[in-house]
């Protein structure tokens, strides 16, 4: 039932929906007697051509609310200690129970370099999905951390949250630099 209804939420306000596997208790399940996957997918093999709501999918089992990223929106993933220090404008930021947060921005910009060298450091656009509240995956439930109601369903600029990522991963390093050499992990280099 809230899956069904939160589904409804993002088709009213434009944002496509594809139903997911759901967790049965040990492993995410579709019930496709030829798919093996255990993790979050979608259920459908073909859904990047799915952009009809099927309501149906709700009624019959839990299944998770997957958002298709590149047509609404974008999707920056960061690491839980990057997003936790993000100062970034008002915008759906989405929190996964690995501790990833999610940023949602408008589409069409491709990472700055220096965030795409990052394997840390994710963008979900077209051929890609995120997780959306209030899927439960075996790790525990996706969550708001900023609610799409919270700041109208509008969308920050990718480059203003890309600068704000940016933003943090300075001052964590900053804040990395300020601790006494002691408790720093100690970094081993290579001679060729």
Known sequence: MRMRRAAKTFVGHGWPVMPGGY????????????CWATSCHPVLPDWEHHT???????????H?????????????????????????????VIVTPAGHWIFLVRRGSPLLPILADRSDIVQ?????WIPAPPTVLPEGPVRWHVTPRQVGWRLPAPDQVQAAIIGALVALDAT????PLSVRPSRRFAHA
Request: some cysteine.
């Open 176 to 179: 990395f630099l300020d601790r």
């Open 64 to 92: 998770s609310v997957l958002l298709p990223t590149g047509h609404a929106f974008d999707a920056i993933e960061v690491p839980m200690l990057v997003g936790s220090v993000v100062k970034a404008p008002p915008g759906p």
């Open 23 to 34: 967790f049965n208790g040990e492993r995410m399940a579709c019930d496709r007697a030829t």
């Open 124 to 128: 979900h656009t077209a051929g890609s």
């Open 52 to 62: 009809g709501f099927a309501e149906d999918w709700w009624n019959r089992k839990p």
